[in-house]
């Protein structure tokens, strides 16, 4: 059974960067499995915001970016708005399934 | 602009039966791969299944193989979750969603969502 981990909850200040990470329990994560990030807020289905590593959706804010990071994926956003408060989830791939992360909850404080 | 309107959850008891729908509009329903994703009371995201386009490649998270099914009408443009068997760790909230287009090359998964469907599974 793969198990995606992230971290259960961050804090970042209006204005500050912070960073959100996405490990895999098979070991390293690359490109190969192509990770995704999606944003959901209170009440609402998940929105989609990076594809296959670093690919931004038109809709994406530039603010957001995606990596990967010593052996994990990661999202950094830049400029943190209010706005960005919410829960935040990484997918990975792994040949015929996908799993997602258990989220990350941003508090913008 | 996307569309997609998941219907069919509710109240059942263990061991019952449940078919999900999800109508969708606004894309070319036919070119791309679509997929349920469920998500329990304050908890993450689960894929549960995805099917594509024409309905000849499936593919199940293991704890629900055997007992969801996921099917396609192609002329009405509805995407079906057929679950039998129920157990309580199947209350969730189910999404509906585009799964990849195309050949799914450039890996853009669950692009578009609906905004869920509340199966609850007690007695």
């Known amino acids: 059974q793969t198990v995606v981990t992230q971290e259960p909850s961050l804090t970042v200040s209006p204005g500050g960067t912070v960073t959100l990470t996405c490990a895999s329990s098979?070991?390293?994560?690359?490109?190969?499995?192509?990770p995704n990030w999606f944003q959901q807020k209170p009440g609402q289905a998940p929105r989609a915001l990076i594809y296959?590593?670093?690919q931004k959706h038109p809709w994406t804010p530039a603010r957001f970016s995606g990596s990967l990071l010593g052996g994990k994926a990661a999202l950094t956003l830049s400029g943190v708005q209010p706005e960005d408060e919410a829960a935040y989830h990484c997918?990975?791939?792994?040949?015929?399934?996908?799993?997602f992360g258990g989220g990350t909850k941003l508090t913008v404080l | 602009e996307v569309q997609l309107v998941e219907s069919g959850g509710k109240l059942i008891q263990p061991g019952g039966s449940l078919r999900l729908s999800c109508a969708a509009s606004g894309f070319g329903f036919h070119d791309y791969w679509m997929a349920w994703v469920r998500q329990a009371p304050g908890k993450g995201l689960e894929w549960v299944a995805n099917?594509?386009?024409?309905?000849?490649?499936?593919y199940y998270v293991n704890s629900v193989a055997g007992r969801f099914t996921i099917s396609r009408d192609y002329a009405k443009t509805l995407l079906f979750l057929q679950m039998n068997s129920l157990r309580v760790e199947d209350t969730a909230v189910y999404y509906c969603?585009?799964?990849?287009?195309?050949?799914?090359?450039?890996?853009?998964?669950?692009?578009?969502w609906g905004q869920g469907t509340l199966v609850i599974v007690s007695s």
């Open positions: 296959s590593t670093t």
């Open positions: 997918l990975v791939y792994y040949g015929g399934t996908w799993v």
């Open positions: 099917i594509k386009q024409d309905g000849s490649e499936k």
């Open positions: 969603a585009t799964f990849c287009g195309g050949d799914c090359r450039s890996r853009e998964y669950f692009q578009h």
């Open positions: 098979t070991g390293v994560v690359t490109s190969g499995h192509y």
